[in-house]
């Protein structure tokens, strides 16, 4: 098809949509099983079936798999079966952990998948881009990124950066008109907008020509490979631990196995002993492990509003020093309310919050009737006239379809009784003339039932006065003099102190018919009045900056707003210390980099800033030293979230280029969505610690148990099978259900990590050795006492020897779940832990009092009094440190 070449009404006809109804769901689900989800397909994604035969790759299992082979013709038949059970179990376990972590980024996916604005049985809706189809009707505008590939429909200064497909840096200027012309090249089809390109400027619809692989995109995509999985940081440094591991423990099996045989121990049972405590050494299955922790801490992320975009952001959360954090939406409620309107020297209040259209006017503290007060109908009127937002109710609650602040002059314009009904019966608008970041106003030409024209203007307040020529008294128009100029200005100081946001409204009579340029209407105005409106803080805000501060994270409030209003928002949320220093837009143009990098420490706000001037304070951050979390929501935040050490995007008021930029969005654009974030991060890379401190120490303790019996000439204290058990009932769901566990209470009142900071600091490396040196000192005394006690009863001191093992390393990892002792948390917070626990102690009793079992794991029924040693060895390794660290907090 020649879509290029189509006229509007020929495009609508062939594509079966209306511009003003859009397609029907029915339609459209009719259409998405003809041609597909709108996606680009993907590689072939690795089976079930070889998912769980690559369980059983790892070098040491293979060797295993050997020993076990031999002896299965050496005729122990019965360890052969037991042995390749135990490894089964393992593979099932590390399937179904690898497929749920996979799972949980699909979800995480599909969640962060970007959203696109269509047209379906006649109402404008929000849906994931996946859901386009052929003859889709979609809006966009500046930020947007372009869901599939359009045929425009209309357009207004609409600009398209399309390098991802043509290469061509600077944005292209798009319109609605055909192109006659046979052979046209991807970067000359002006009325076109394809897949995943970037709208830089203007506003435009289009109707879907082209979805999934039938795009532009997806021709490219045909011709590439697919990604490569994202591999974290945390887990590259336990991929280079793991390799340290597998040498230390294959030394170190060597050393038992020598040992052994030295002693005069048959060369096979040394053989398959030491293979079995070389696997169970090695603890292959921290990578998965390590993912599902991250993935099951998305999830949670997810529920408390956040969506982690790139895994190695939970990491870094965890180091976070600096929020830099919006005012508006992040730190209030995004809600702007009109509450003081001034017009011809008198200001009445208004009552009411949020976008209810129920509130009253007040003038000294006494109710008035709006119709007695003409100047101040005429200021509501022209702002709910110059406006192009609008209010709906969906079950029950009110929504708005546009900017907070063009809502709040529409509730207050309803609450005087200006209804939709009554401004389009009313007025007609001619001509729109957007807001503009440069103009900073917004103007409108409308035209009333009598056929008179006039020009309406609303924006800031200095805009507007230095345009204005004349203004009102008792409803006529006067000079504006100096005197009402200052008095203005006074009007509006007095407003901004009480951290209000002004806007202006001004108009300008025309002649019958006349439509004036943009430069034209907006001259000359008539200043009417003012509107104070204010964003009231979110309540859970403050505390959230309280608890940052005690966590050891500075909050800095980054705002458009006139420094006054930054100014009291911030104190009014105990942002601002005594001391502490604000400083503007000017101010910030002024100062070189180094001179804001000297004196930044000291600053909490920053007002009146541009976008651009994001990226200035990222750097000046870090170049002190600082890991930065940066907020934005626009399409010039993207370079300063990107250059952030933590990019933070807005889930609803956010534009597509920057969500992509960022590692993690905020569904809800809440300050305290962050904190939360960032204490998940922190609990995240601790419960990685504390599995990481609990596999090691146990499975030092299983490798010293053996060397130290080898080289006190004693008989094996383990057999084979019964090591490989351990290392199943106690390695896996207890070290899983560690990665569940609650934060710490004083997560938060902690100093950031630095990111540097090794697997092993703050004293994990002496918590794993000394941890591991007592579990196996513990095992092998209690297997010594009821060795010595009866020498020929070597199967039951082993069984003991078991016992001890299992429940040493099962009360330790409740000391694993705090960085102090075991006393400092509840043993009944985790639940998960102690399920795992009360599994692994029941797996455990069957197999040393269930008689079928018996003979494979080469165990005894244990008598109750001995239980008493094995208890009390057991607990030997975790109580006596616990024990002398209290002695010594003392």
């Not at 020509?209 to 995109?217: D, P, Q, S, V, Y």
């Not at 509450?339 to 008198?346: A, Y």
């Amino acid at each position: 098809m020649k879509w290029h070449e189509m006229g509007q009404g020929e495009l609508l006809k062939i594509t079966k949509t209306s511009m003003n109804e859009g397609l029907t769901e029915k339609e459209a689900e009719k259409r998405r099983g003809k041609y597909g989800v709108n996606e680009l397909s993907e590689g072939e994604r690795t089976s079930a079936l070889a998912l769980f035969f690559s369980q059983f790759k790892d070098f040491m299992v293979l060797v295993l798999l050997a020993a076990t082979l031999i002896s299965g013709f050496l005729g122990e038949y019965i360890d052969a079966i037991a042995i390749i059970a135990i490894i089964f179990v393992n593979g099932i376990l590390g399937f179904f952990q690898e497929r749920r972590a996979e799972r949980s980024l699909e979800a995480l996916k599909e969640l962060s998948a970007p959203q696109v604005t269509v047209l379906r049985d006649g109402r404008w809706i929000k849906v994931a881009s996946k859901e386009l189809v052929p003859g889709d009707v979609v809006r966009f505008m500046s930020g947007d990124r372009i869901g599939a590939d359009l045929r425009l429909l209309d357009t207004k200064s609409l600009e398209i950066e399309e390098s991802a497909l043509t290469g061509e840096s600077l944005p292209v200027s798009k319109h609605s008109e055909a192109i006659q012309a046979d052979e046209v090249s991807l970067g000359d089809l002006e009325n076109m907008a394809f897949t995943g390109t970037l709208v830089t400027r203007g506003s435009g619809s289009g109707v879907v020509i082209g979805t999934g692989m039938n795009t532009a995109m997806g021709k490219i995509a045909d011709m590439l490979e697919s990604a490569g999985k994202t591999v974290t940081p945390l887990q590259r440094k336990l991929e280079e631990l793991g390799k340290i591991l597998i040498v230390a423990a294959l030394f170190l099996t060597i050393l038992v196995v020598g040992t052994g045989v030295f002693q005069g121990h048959d060369l096979y049972n040394m053989f398959l002993a030491g293979v079995s405590l070389a696997v169970a050494a090695i603890p292959e299955g921290l990578p998965a492990i390590v993912t599902v922790a991250l993935s099951l801490g998305v999830q949670r992320m997810i529920k408390q509003k956040s969506i982690v975009r790139k895994l190695p952001a939970v990491e870094t959360l965890g180091c976070a020093s600096i929020i830099c954090s919006d005012k508006t939406g992040t730190m209030t409620q995004n809600k702007m309310t009109v509450t003081h309107v001034w017009s011809e020297g008198e200001i009445w209040n208004v009552t009411g919050v949020g976008y209810n259209p129920e509130g009253s006017f007040t003038m000294n503290g006494r109710d008035i009737q709006v119709k007695n007060h003409k100047s101040l109908q005429q200021v509501l009127l022209f702002g709910a006239l110059c406006n192009s937002s609008s209010i709906t109710q969906e079950a029950g609650e009110f929504r708005l379809d546009g900017d907070p602040t063009e809502g709040a002059l529409l509730i207050a314009a309803k609450k005087a009784g200006f209804t939709d009904r009554y401004l389009d019966g009313h007025f007609k608008i001619i001509e729109e003339f957007s807001f503009d970041s440069s103009r900073k106003m917004m103007s409108v030409i409308v035209e009333d039932t009598n056929g008179k024209r006039f020009v309406i203007t609303k924006g800031a307040p200095d805009v507007l006065m230095k345009r204005s020529v004349h203004t009102l008294k008792q409803g006529k128009r006067e000079p504006f003099t100096k005197d009402r100029i200052k008095e203005t200005g006074s009007v509006l100081e007095k407003l901004a102190s009480q951290a209000l946001r002004t806007i202006a409204v001004a108009f300008k009579p025309l002649k019958n018919g006349e439509n004036p340029t943009i430069e034209k209407a907006e001259s000359n105005l008539t200043f009417v009045g003012l509107l104070g409106m204010i964003d009231p803080p979110r309540p859970e805000v403050k505390q959230a900056i309280k608890e940052c501060r005690e966590a050891g994270i500075k909050t800095v409030m980054i705002t458009g707003d006139h420094v006054m209003t930054a100014t009291a928002i911030a104190k009014d949320l105990s942002l601002l210390p005594r001391h502490g220093k604000v400083i503007d837009g000017q101010q910030l143009n002024e100062l070189s980099q180094e001179e804001l990098t000297n004196i930044v420490e000291d600053v909490y706000v920053f007002a009146r800033v541009s976008p651009e001037h994001k990226l200035k304070i990222v750097n000046a951050y870090q170049e002190n030293g600082h890991i930065v979390a940066m907020t934005g929501d626009g399409v010039n935040d993207a370079p300063a979230i990107k250059q952030a050490d933590i990019g933070i995007s807005m889930g609803i008021t956010g534009t597509d280029v920057a969500k992509e930029a960022s590692s993690l969005i905020l569904v809800d654009d809440n300050f305290a969505t962050i904190k939360s974030a960032i204490k998940e991060g922190r609990n995240i890379y601790e419960n990685i610690r504390k599995f990481i401190r609990y596999l090691l120490a146990s499975n030092v303790g299983e490798i010293l148990v053996m060397l130290f019996a080898m080289l006190l000439a004693l008989p094996l204290p383990l057999v084979p099978i019964q090591i490989l058990w351990v290392n199943l009932v106690t390695d896996g769901l207890p070290a899983m259900a560690l990665g569940m566990d609650q934060p710490e209470g004083d997560v938060m009142r902690r100093k950031p990590r630095h990111p540097q900071e090794g697997v092993f600091a703050r004293g994990l490396g002496w918590k794993v050795v000394s941890r591991g040196f007592l579990i196996g000192i513990a095992t092998l005394a209690a297997f010594m006492f009821i060795y010595h006690r009866n020498p020929e009863a070597l199967a039951y001191a082993q069984t003991v020897a078991f016992a001890t093992l299992v429940l040493a390393q099962l009360i330790h990892v409740f000391d694993c779940r705090s960085e102090r002792s075991i006393f400092d948390r509840n043993p009944f917070e985790n639940i998960y832990l102690l399920g795992a626990v009360l599994s692994s102690i029941l797996l455990m009793l069957v197999v040393i009092y269930y008689p079928p079992l018996q003979p494979i794991f080469h165990t005894v029924p244990i008598l109750m009094t001995d239980w008493l040693l094995i208890i009390g060895m057991s607990a030997i390794p975790t109580f006596l440190l616990a024990g002398s660290l209290l002695t010594r907090k003392k």
